[in-house]
């Protein structure tokens, strides 16, 4: 992976973002839980992260559209993010815990929307291509969970935002100098024009699809735990689900090409298909192997439904709004992962995976039927 033009940094810029993100998403709730925290109180911990996205990335995105700095706010944005962690490591509590990740995640939340927007810029019209340059945030992600997980990073929480921190950091130098030209249409904004019913329904099922998701993420090292499997075996299932992941990017590009924009929601079906059943199936399970088989159809579920839908809403707007486009539709995924962490903790508190996975079962069949209603509605027109 060289990394002289501005796709290839953008390229190592995912790696090392979501190398990062590897760390921090499976591993630190279980840190949590060693602090003394209840499966409740982690959920209102970890409902933070998405919640920023819900108000964060709109501020920035807009932000970035408006003086044409992407690349310098995605720079500022990924750098403090990985000063931020550190709040964590003195915070014992659950309220000193909470403003910490307050903190880091006014910076961190931006990221992702920041991100796909300045990539799909530079790509032009090439926006196929995206997957293979977002497959390599796949990759950090799975390293890293594989990685964090032999060395018990639960455990050891200084290497644990260390590893968080230099991630972050690594990723912001990787971001490229150079700001991709966007021509600004007269008044242009999409503020107004997401009150169509094309866009609430869009953001309402992406909400639902990944609430179940943000729910096992939060919460499956927990699952794992009350079946007597530790931190090794968690990175390792994680690894392979994404995994296939990386695989399912790798081959987007020929899929999604072949598919008429008209037919994007419909592919968006089979991948909630695909997530029903992988959570009713997950709470029958108990063997190492068996999880592990089961974890790869995270390659559908998120992999092939993450490509889709970002095609999706960079279709439905032109170049000078994709950034605030992108926030929205990352803000919907960020409700539902509020709805995941706090619904998710309070369930698991009372009835474990049974109780945790069932519900995710439920939201992840809601999701499925909206994106099925999304195919026979009109592609939204933006609002002048």
Not at 43 to 59: D, H, K, Q, R
Not at 111 to 137: E, P
Request: aromatic fraction near 12%; hydrophobic fraction near 55%.
């Amino acid at each position: 992976m060289l990394l002289a033009g501005p796709l290839s940094r953008l390229s190592g810029h995912y790696f090392f973002a979501f190398f990062a993100l590897g760390v921090f998403a499976p591993y630190l709730p279980l840190m949590l839980k060693g602090r003394g925290l209840s499966a409740e109180n982690i959920g209102t911990l970890m409902m933070i992260a998405p919640a920023a996205t819900v108000v964060v990335p709109a501020w920035w995105g807009r932000m970035a559209d408006r003086f044409s700095a992407r690349a310098r706010l995605l720079m500022l944005s990924t750098g403090c993010s990985g000063l931020a962690i550190w709040l964590l490591l003195p915070s014992q509590s659950l309220w000193s815990a909470f403003l910490a990740l307050v903190c880091f995640c006014s910076f961190s939340a931006a990221i992702a929307s920041l991100s796909d927007a300045l990539t799909h810029s530079h790509l032009k019209t090439a926006h196929d291509r995206f997957a293979r340059i977002r497959m390599w945030g796949s990759v950090g992600y799975a390293l890293a969970a594989y990685s964090a997980g032999k060395l018990q990073v639960s455990k050891q929480p200084i290497l644990l935002l260390g590893l968080v921190s230099v991630g972050y950091i690594l990723a912001a130098l990787l971001v490229p100098r150079q700001e991709p030209k966007v021509v600004h249409g007269k008044h242009e904004t999409i503020s107004l024009g997401i009150f169509q019913w094309s866009w609430i329904v869009l953001f309402a099922a992406n909400a639902a699809h990944y609430f179940s998701h943000a729910a096992n993420d939060y919460f499956f090292g927990l699952h794992l735990r009350s079946l007597g499997l530790g931190d090794s075996s968690l990175g390792e299932i994680v690894a392979a689900g994404v995994g296939a992941e990386i695989v399912v990017l790798a081959l987007a590009p020929y899929i999604v090409a072949r598919i008429s924009s008209a037919s994007i929601p419909f592919l968006v079906v089979f991948c909630g298909a695909v997530s029903l059943g992988r959570w009713m199936l997950l709470p029958q399970l108990s063997e190492h192997w068996m999880l592990v088989l089961l974890q790869t159809s995270h390659g559908l579920s998120f992999g092939l439904w993450y490509v889709s839908m970002v095609k999706l809403v960079q279709g439905w707007v032109p170049e000078a709004v994709r950034a605030q486009a992108q926030a929205a539709a990352l803000s919907s995924v960020g409700f539902g992962a509020v709805c995941g962490a706090l619904l998710g903790g309070y369930v698991f508190e009372r009835q474990a995976g049974q109780g945790l996975y069932l519900l995710c079962a439920v939201v992840a069949g809601l999701g499925m039927g909206l994106y099925l209603v999304l195919g026979w509605l009109p592609k939204p027109h933006l609002a002048r």
